[in-house]
């Protein structure tokens, strides 16, 4: 008989004695488990018969104890791990699951060697692996890239060495990568009107390439640009280094926000205070410093609950010069007037500004820039008292007379129509361009300081203004209103404004006006006119008046002083120019240069309420232009 003691687990076939008959010996017959160590007791009874009598049997007993162990030996384990794993940058420290279906003796101890092959700086915690096949690592702050490890697995502990180096399973390698985050280095424009809907541009690195998403293609998507806590419309991807979006809505100073959502994770970078929402920008003049020119931003939109006062803002540019005309175009303010110098860049009478820095449109003008008007939404019309506008540096200079076209790389000539005079007053209506000014000839077209122009060629209006100056033009229905200092239109006497009928090719004056009409702005179906008179005809009015329903009226009790430019944002009507006091039903009110009148409904311009207090820094001196941001 063969009875185990211990150590039974270590058999997958139970040790027996089988006795080889006709011998005096037998046979031990076992089988060990795979990979199983250790030692197993068992004893074997031997029972001997002597004599043949069965009367009287007596057997004779023998019993031995074995031990059989199972030794490990050195063999030669194996193991697999990825060839590709992946992190984002500033992940942190990461823990995968890496060395898999490890075979190896119970007994062994082994260990994982990891070599890195990686550019210097990449790991903030070198890639390491536990006897478990976990591995641990962490880029550092800031890092991305690839590496290459090496890793071999090595034992310490083993009955018979199969190697001289212990090493039992040859090295493998993975590659692991680490994708960069989005980098904002620039945005174009940093300023943009509350409503939104101008072109954003922002500039980069990391937006979509096969270094930054592991993938290569024409376009990439899942990126979201952010301004504020508001998502961008129509998200566009130009390149590894640009995209685009169309501003949302906002107020205020707003950080900017680029998220890539790929490779399993969000990636993002900020910008802060990229945009700066303003409703619209002003002109004025520091007359009491240096006569230099201060553009201005606002109304400062960061409170808006009752008892807000509207703050404008001064920017930090400094212009050598009187600013005359603003205009918003292709989503960047162009600052015009009588000035060469713009933050020390010779800048020639006009420059674009990005919210930085001053551009020039080619090398600028030769004289003074009046106005500004957008014309087919990609042309630039200037209007002055210059004769030649300047190219590139070496692109020469073009004979404009007071009239000419930037399309963002070159000037030309409007039309074909060289203005022998000075062009003051712009307006576009569709396709027509309305131009005012002094001068008698646009083109081959004999006029007085009046003319338009469609794709059909320019034109006049009957025999036009004269007498004067025209500062201001405005077009509602079919009626092109003239404000400025002339005393006759057509055949019509008048003093200071005059309206175009064109459907029956007439002139009417509009009223006679003490002073000159310097700006017109149309608000619902009132024209409101403003400008250095005091009355209208009898009817006192004090530097503005609305016309409505055939008649002209007073707004509230005025100003006290000119008002030279007039711009309507949202449902308040701004007014810019050399006064110091409103006059509301209230009583006078102290206010420097600037005003607004604000109205019950936005596109109606009923229901006025008063003139309100607009908060602006104590430099600069009467305001001359404004324009919507």
């Given at each position: 008989d063969l009875i185990i003691i211990s150590g039974s687990e270590i058999f997958l076939q139970l040790p027996r004695i089988d006795v080889v008959n006709g011998t005096n010996y037998g046979t031990l017959s076992l089988a060990i488990k795979p990979y199983a160590v250790g030692s197993s007791s068992f004893s074997v009874q031997l029972e001997v018969i002597t004599g043949f009598d069965v009367y009287a049997v007596s057997p004779v007993s023998f019993s031995e104890t074995f031990t059989i162990t199972v030794m490990s030996i050195a063999r030669a384990p194996t193991f697999s791990i990825p060839s590709f794993l992946s992190t984002l940058e500033d992940s942190g420290p990461q823990t995968r699951e890496f060395a898999t279906n490890l075979v190896f003796g119970t007994n062994q101890?082994?260990?994982?060697?990891?070599?890195?092959?990686?550019?210097?700086?990449?790991?903030?915690?070198?890639?390491?692996?536990?006897?478990?096949?976990?591995?641990?690592?962490?880029?550092?702050?800031?890092?991305?890239?690839?590496?290459?490890?090496?890793?071999?697995?090595?034992?310490?502990?083993?009955?018979?060495?199969?190697?001289?180096?212990?090493?039992?399973?040859?090295?493998?390698?993975?590659?692991?990568?680490?994708?960069?985050?989005?980098?904002?280095?620039?945005?174009?424009?940093i300023v943009g009107p509350l409503q939104g809907g101008v072109l954003l541009t922002v500039h980069g690195l990391y937006f979509g390439?096969?270094?930054?998403?592991?993938?290569?293609?024409?376009?990439?998507?899942?990126?979201?640009?952010?301004?504020?806590?508001?998502?961008?419309?129509?998200?566009?991807?130009?390149?590894?280094?640009?995209?685009?979006?169309?501003?949302?809505?906002?107020?205020?100073?707003?950080?900017?926000?680029?998220?890539?959502?790929?490779?399993?994770?969000?990636?993002?970078?900020?910008?802060?205070?990229?945009?700066?929402?303003?409703?619209?920008?002003?002109?004025?003049?520091?007359?009491?410093?240096?006569?230099?020119?201060?553009?201005?931003?606002?109304?400062?939109?960061?409170?808006?609950?009752?008892?807000?006062?509207?703050?404008?803002?001064?920017?930090?540019?400094?212009?050598?010069?009187?600013?005359?005309?603003?205009?918003?175009?292709?989503?960047?303010?162009?600052?015009?007037?009588?000035?060469?110098?713009a933050n020390g860049v010779r800048v020639n009478h006009i420059f674009e500004w990005d919210g930085l820095t001053p551009s020039t449109l080619g090398r600028g003008l030769d004289g003074t820039v009046h106005a500004l008007a957008a014309y087919r939404g990609s042309e630039l019309i200037v209007g002055g008292s210059f004769a030649r506008a300047?190219?590139?540096?070496?692109?020469?200079?073009?004979?404009?007379?007071?009239?000419?076209?930037?399309?963002?790389?070159?000037?030309?000539?409007?039309?074909?129509?060289?203005?022998?005079?000075?062009?003051?007053?712009?307006?576009?209506?569709?396709?027509?361009?309305?131009?005012?000014?002094?001068?008698?000839?646009?083109?081959?077209?004999?006029?007085?300081?009046?003319?338009?122009?469609?794709?059909?060629?320019?034109?006049?209006?009957?025999?036009?203004?004269?007498?004067?100056?025209?500062?201001?033009?405005?077009?509602?229905?079919?009626?092109?209103?003239?404000?400025?200092?002339?005393?006759?239109?057509?055949?019509?006497?008048?003093?200071?404004?005059?309206?175009?009928?064109?459907?029956?090719?007439?002139?009417?004056?509009?009223?006679?006006?003490?002073?000159?009409?310097?700006?017109?702005?149309?608000?619902?179906?009132?024209?409101?006119?403003?400008?250095?008179?005091?009355?209208?005809?009898?009817?006192?009015?004090?530097?503005?008046?609305?016309f409505h329903s055939g008649y002209w009226m007073p707004v509230l009790g005025g100003v006290q002083g000119g008002v030279y430019a007039l711009e309507l944002a949202s449902s308040c009507l701004y007014l810019g120019g050399s006064f110091t006091q409103v006059l509301n039903p209230s009583g006078p009110m102290e206010v420097a240069y600037v005003t607004r009148i604000c109205a019950e409904s936005s596109t109606a311009g009923e229901g006025l309420l008063e003139f309100e207090f607009v908060n602006r820094t104590s430099e600069g001196g009467a305001v001359r232009a404004i324009a919507l941001a």
């Open positions: 101890k082994i260990t994982f060697q990891v070599e890195v092959d990686a550019g210097l700086g990449l790991f903030a915690a070198s890639p390491q692996v536990d006897s478990d096949g976990i591995l641990t690592f962490a880029s550092a702050p800031g890092e991305h890239g690839s590496a290459t490890l090496t890793v071999s697995l090595f034992s310490d502990d083993f009955a018979l060495v199969v190697s001289d180096d212990n090493s039992w399973a040859p090295p493998l390698q993975c590659i692991i990568k680490v994708f960069p985050s989005p980098r904002i280095l620039s945005v174009d424009p390439s096969l270094y930054s998403r592991n993938y290569d293609a024409e376009t990439y998507s899942q990126f979201v640009i952010t301004v504020g806590e508001r998502e961008c419309l129509e998200n566009v991807y130009v390149s590894d280094t640009e995209v685009h979006c169309l501003l949302p809505a906002g107020t205020g100073v707003a950080d900017l926000s680029v998220a890539v959502d790929d490779l399993g994770g969000l990636r993002s970078a900020t910008l802060s205070d990229a945009v700066s929402y303003f409703s619209l920008y002003y002109g004025t003049v520091r007359k009491e410093i240096d006569s230099a020119g201060v553009l201005g931003m606002g109304p400062d939109p960061l409170t808006l609950e009752d008892g807000y006062i509207p703050q404008l803002l001064h920017v930090p540019l400094h212009i050598e010069g009187s600013i005359l005309a603003i205009l918003r175009f292709r989503s960047k303010p162009f600052v015009a007037g009588a000035f060469l110098y300047f190219q590139t540096l070496r692109g020469g200079f073009l004979g404009t007379g007071g009239l000419t076209s930037w399309n963002g790389t070159h000037w030309s000539i409007v039309g074909d129509g060289v203005v022998d005079g000075t062009v003051t007053a712009l307006h576009v209506s569709g396709d027509t361009l309305y131009i005012g000014g002094r001068f008698s000839k646009v083109g081959h077209l004999q006029t007085s300081d009046l003319a338009f122009y469609n794709q059909s060629g320019w034109y006049s209006a009957g025999t036009g203004i004269s007498g004067g100056t025209i500062a201001a033009l405005t077009v509602r229905n079919e009626f092109l209103y003239v404000g400025g200092t002339f005393s006759r239109a057509g055949d019509q006497r008048t003093n200071g404004m005059a309206v175009w009928e064109s459907s029956n090719s007439e002139w009417r004056s509009m009223g006679e006006f003490d002073g000159a009409v310097c700006d017109l702005a149309p608000w619902g179906p009132t024209l409101y006119a403003a400008g250095t008179f005091t009355a209208i005809g009898n009817l006192t009015v004090n530097g503005i008046a609305r």
